[in-house]
């Protein structure tokens, strides 16, 4: 009974090795597996996006600062091999990594205004695409303000700059191309644009939108090769922003259905909710309703509107068409894209 004993745990400990032995190997495999995978996946992206045959938009955040299941305002443009990042709101950087998109390659980021949902993760984008392998300088464009800023993310972050560099050394974490520098400008007061980013025929526009009482704010305007794309930032019906987006290829603009926040600010009344009803009362005042950009879009002649930062979030086709795509096109008539996170718009060149 002994030996037989013996025998059988003998047997149990040897199918329990194997047993190990198969799984850890499995492991091995699949771990390898989803790193090239991951690896191989990341690679082609970086090189469709950077294709300079044409020009890629990602909207990589359409949402707002109303609780929403989108990813706070940014807009990643691709042009001519270069990566330029229109705003950084909530949740943008992670955002562009479940994307695949190369952020190692950014090589410049525009704000617009000084409102959180527009910049709350800019320094998380100066940190990680450094983290990530970038090996190039960074630079913050924005308005007067955007000194005071991104030193305030830089000094915040220092210590994360120095404990990287520490543990995994220059080779992996050059010290020279950590944080960001800022190219601070004043909109032109007259509604006119200057040129604030000039690079390989790439040229992008600044110019003074109207979000009072949020000075300074401002629109971008992108060119290159005869194309063009304006990025409204947050703005009222405005003239600026109609001469800035005549005959342009694409307006990736804000847009809000006032009727309907109206409605949410008669709600909050109805419950005698006094902060709420004052902030929706008062946020109807500086943003461009559907019916607004519609009207500007058709004036200004836009090839191309995308509508991205609505207020109201809406979910389904239903509540879409009704609250932005009908209000909407009843007045404009070119093109009308319904933006939603990662939306991915190519645009070739000649």
């Not at 890629?56 to 807009?75: A, M, Y």
Request: glycine share 6%.
């Amino acid at each position: 009974m002994t030996l037989k004993r013996t025998k059988s745990h003998y047997f149990k400990i040897l199918f329990l090795l194997i047993s190990i032995f198969t799984i850890s190997c499995s492991w091995d495999r699949f771990v390898t597996s989803r790193v090239n995978e991951s690896t191989t996946i990341k690679s082609e992206v970086a090189k469709d996006l950077l294709n300079k045959d044409k020009i890629t938009i990602v909207l990589t955040g359409t949402g707002s600062p109303l609780p929403s299941d989108s990813i706070q305002n940014s807009t990643a443009i691709f042009v001519n091999g270069k990566f330029l990042l229109f705003d950084a709101g909530d949740g943008v950087a992670m955002a562009m990594e479940k994307l695949h998109l190369p952020v190692s390659e950014i090589g410049a980021v525009f704000i617009t205004h000084f409102h959180s949902d527009h910049f709350a993760d800019l320094g998380e984008i100066i940190d990680r695409s450094w983290l990530l392998g970038r090996q190039k300088p960074l630079t913050v464009h924005g308005p007067k303000g955007i000194t005071d800023l991104v030193n305030g993310f830089l000094k915040s972050y220092q210590l994360e700059y120095y404990y990287r560099t520490k543990h995994h050394g220059e080779a992996v974490m050059p010290s020279q191309w950590k944080g960001a520098k800022t190219n601070e400008f004043s909109p032109n007061s007259d509604g006119s644009s200057k040129i604030i980013y000039e690079k390989d025929g790439v040229v992008v526009y600044a110019f003074f939108v109207n979000h009072v009482p949020i000075e300074p704010a401002v629109g971008y305007r992108v060119e290159y090769k005869g194309k063009s794309i304006v990025i409204s930032g947050d703005t009222a019906d405005s003239e600026f922003l109609k001469k800035q987006s005549f005959g342009v290829d694409y307006l990736i603009s804000e847009v809000m259905n006032k009727s309907m926040i109206a409605k949410v600010e008669n709600a909050y009344a109805s419950i005698k909710h006094d902060r709420y009803t004052k902030i929706m009362k008062d946020i109807q005042l500086y943003h461009i309703d559907a019916t607004e950009l519609g009207n500007l879009a058709e004036e200004a002649k836009v090839k191309t509107l995308v509508l991205t930062h609505m207020i109201p979030f809406v979910k389904g086709y239903i509540q879409t068409k009704a609250i932005y795509k009908d209000p909407i096109q009843k007045v404009y008539h070119g093109e009308l894209i319904i933006g939603h996170d990662g939306k991915k718009i190519e645009i070739p060149l000649p």
